[in-house]
């Protein structure tokens, strides 16, 4: 009998080695090897007989663990094990090295170029992510093997893009110029997503997976950017003494360069990554949304009771964006974490906290700042902060309902997730009207 | 005779659903009422049915829940929600629409082969 629970044990290891079956998984398969081995004992069958036989009966364990993988793509994403055969595990290094090398050196022709057309800053800030984020959807095409139509596409969105913000006739110092160079990074980094998942678009998971690339890449951009910072402050207090103000130029070629590289090694890293560690993102918005939900309760109640005093201006309405942007990524990676078939918990109460009076308070501001477009009209910078303020509230104010919805019990949690990865394209949609529509529609002003 | 592997995944979803709607029940019941159902024609691969609860779970088709067996052991049990109902009653209309069209050509082409008729 012992030798079975030795059996059984190596069988439940084997299962759960992988990350796709957890162990409550583990303990459901068991106890129906278990069942399955007693009835075959009770037909006259000897125990490792039996043993063997529901085994079987129960499958090839690496397929039962693919398809529950395939189930449970999430859990994956926090602790799949990929096995890399010894030989092959050079390469995807030594492509992202490649693609990290050719933006380093685009970004420097970048630099020539704005150097040589003499318009320096206020073209190289609008362009310059025309020579990273391009690089890094081919990185993506390249490590997923997208079929041609797509890069073909994906190709001339990037070329119509870049000619047409060239091609506009800014005036100059234009705010509109100044809106493309905000959104046209955003434009792009939607073309990153269409590469990043391959072309299916109309997956919701892979869309969710992107989301939570999303937020994993900017942390890990953000801590690479730490280290730089700190590499190139020590580097100019260490070499001051013997090149006294003989390092700015290296600065100004190293930084850029190291700057765009880092955007391909930061995705390399999150793909690498997300089976050593579990994510951060979900993890700072578990300590965050508590934090944010006293904060913009206390501020929703202090305006309800002091009214909305002071005048409303576009920077307080761009205050209010970021608010509601910081709100709906605490929803996203909050969601994003969500065991997809768990209960509804405090978690959730917090997070209908949190965008309840999120939304409260840009109501107020709206209303108050309708009243002042109406009465001084609409420029392009409105339009823009309005615009993005009035997408948020839509998806945010869907988002509480769904929230509550849920705390009733009334719909699951996939429901939340899906409205999220499809409202994905309302996004991507306002951000290439900015960037093509805005500037025509407001004279290049 | 085996049905085709296509097939029984096809099939899987309305089955689970419709043995849930006869009552509450667990993994290993399930598959037994499976192979009591079919005669033991639709070949099943035991480990395939959890990832397939899970994923029902988790469209809100099913609730699940840990409990005890008689014997004391913890087990998981699966119950059918409402949106489960209306999503087999869905599939059901689809399967009826199936069926008849199929029926449809047969009955013209040749007679029902002999042992298959329902």
Redesign the interface.
């Known amino acids: 009998m012992n030798s079975l629970e030795d059996q059984i044990g190596e069988w439940r290891a084997a299962i759960l080695r992988g990350g796709g079956v957890d162990a409550t998984d583990a303990e459901e398969l068991e106890g129906h090897l278990r069942e399955q081995i007693s009835d075959l004992e009770s037909s006259g069958l000897a125990a490792d007989e039996a043993f063997l036989i529901a085994v079987r009966r129960l499958g090839q364990v690496d397929l039962i663990t693919a398809e529950f993988a395939r189930e449970h793509s999430d859990r994956l994403w926090k602790q799949l094990v990929i096995s890399h055969p010894a030989d092959e595990s050079r390469r995807p290094l030594l492509t992202m090295l490649g693609f990290a090398a050719l933006t380093a050196v685009l970004i420097q022709v970048a630099r020539l170029l704005a150097g040589v057309t003499q318009i320096e800053s206020a073209w190289f800030l609008r362009d310059v992510s025309l020579f990273v984020l391009p690089v890094l959807a081919a990185y993506f095409a390249v490590l997923r093997r997208i079929p041609w139509v797509w890069a073909v596409v994906l190709g001339s969105i990037v070329a119509v893009l870049a000619l047409a913000v060239n091609l506009f006739p800014f005036a100059p110092g234009a705010s509109t110029n100044l809106l493309v160079a905000i959104h046209l990074p955003i434009v792009l980094w939607f073309v990153v997503g269409v590469a990043y998942v391959g072309g299916d678009l109309r997956s919701s998971a892979a869309r969710m997976n992107f989301i939570r690339f999303t937020g994993e890449w900017l942390i890990y951009y953000a801590l690479i950017a730490l280290g730089g910072a700190v590499l190139l402050g020590l580097t100019a207090l260490v070499l001051e003494p013997i090149a006294p103000g003989g390092t700015d130029e290296v600065f100004e070629w190293v930084l850029p360069s190291g700057a765009a590289g880092a955007v391909i090694v930061a995705a390399w890293l999150v793909e690498a990554k997300k089976n050593v560690i579990e994510n951060i993102a979900p993890v700072l918005t578990a300590i965050f949304t508590p934090l944010f939900a006293v904060m913009l309760l206390v501020a929703a109640i202090g305006y309800a009771i002091t009214g909305v005093g002071r005048e409303f201006d576009r920077d307080l309405l761009i205050v209010f964006d970021i608010l509601l942007l910081v709100v709906l990524g605490l929803v996203l990676y909050g969601i994003s974490a969500r065991n997809s078939t768990g209960k509804a918990g405090l978690a959730d109460v917090l997070r209908l906290t949190a965008v309840g009076a999120a939304i409260v308070l840009d109501a107020l501001v709206l209303v108050s700042m309708l009243a002042r477009i109406s009465e001084f009209g609409f420029t392009a910078n409105r339009v823009a902060a309005l615009g993005v303020n009035l997408l948020l509230l839509v998806n945010l104010a869907v988002t509480v309902w769904l929230i509550v919805r849920l705390l009733a019990r009334r719909s699951p949690a996939i429901r939340l997730e899906r409205w999220q990865t499809g409202y994905l394209p309302v996004f991507a949609g306002w951000v290439v009207l900015v960037v093509l529509a805005l500037p025509p529609l407001f004279r290049f002003a | 005779m085996n049905i085709d592997k296509d097939l029984v995944a096809a099939m899987a979803t309305p089955l689970v659903l419709a043995i849930l709607v006869e009552g509450t029940s667990y ?2 019941a399930i598959l037994k009422r499976v192979r009591e159902l079919s005669g033991g024609e639709v070949e099943w ?4 049915l ?2 397939l609860l ?2 029902l ?4 088709y099913v609730r ?1 829940e840990w409990g005890v ?1 008689p014997e004391g ?4 049990y699966y119950e059918v929600t409402d ?1 489960g109902r209306a999503q087999l009653a869905d599939q059901r209309k689809q399967w009826a629409t199936a069926n008849r069209t199929l029926g449809g050509l047969w009955e013209l082409a040749a007679p029902t082969p002999a042992g298959a008729s329902a």
């Open positions: 993994g290993y691969t035991d480990g395939m959890y990832p899970h994923r779970e988790r469209l809100g699940a067996s052991r913890r087990r998981k949106d």
